[in-house]
């Protein structure tokens, strides 16, 4: 389930490191708060049109905003979320330090009482008979 937003000013010239960088990010995830790969889905959305402060071109930021579950520790979210940080400064720290960046990551735990598709999923999954794949032609 979790759902990341990987979000950063198209002045850092990060494109392509980032799949690489979700891809272990999907690792770390798996490893940290134990959810499986497949259900693991980032979005990488850079912008080109942004204002930071007063408008100076010298700014940047990467967000990344982590949805999950709930039922992690404070414990596990703090270490998650320290991880994150430091990969980010790690895996972008030539391209943050071109820029006065500013880096944030934020957890959030999802609403499951308003979360719709995962139940509904696993109702269908259980009540679905295997059909024959076919491939495209």
Do not use: W
């Not at 990341?4 to 392509?16: C, G, M, P, S, W």
């Not at 940080?85 to 895996?91: E, T």
């Not at 696993?122 to 794949?133: H, Q, R």
Request: aromatic share 10%; glycine share 4%.
């Amino acid at each position: 389930m979790p759902t990341l937003h990987f979000e950063y000013t198209a002045n850092l010239k990060i494109a392509e490191k980032t799949p690489q960088f979700i891809r272990e990010v999907h690792q770390l995830l798996v490893k940290r708060i134990k959810t499986d790969l497949e259900t693991c889905r980032s979005l990488v959305i850079p912008y080109s049109d942004f204002i930071i402060g007063s408008g100076d071109s010298s700014a940047a930021f990467i967000q990344l905003t982590l949805k999950i579950l709930p039922g992690r520790t404070n414990e596990v979210k703090n270490s998650l979320g320290s991880a994150l940080y430091q990969k980010i400064r790690q895996d972008f720290g030539s391209e943050v330090n071109r820029f006065r960046t500013q880096v944030r990551v934020y957890l959030q735990d999802t609403d499951i009482d308003h979360y719709y598709g995962l139940k509904e999923e696993k109702i269908k999954s259980s009540n679905s008979c295997k059909l024959p794949i076919f491939p495209n032609t």
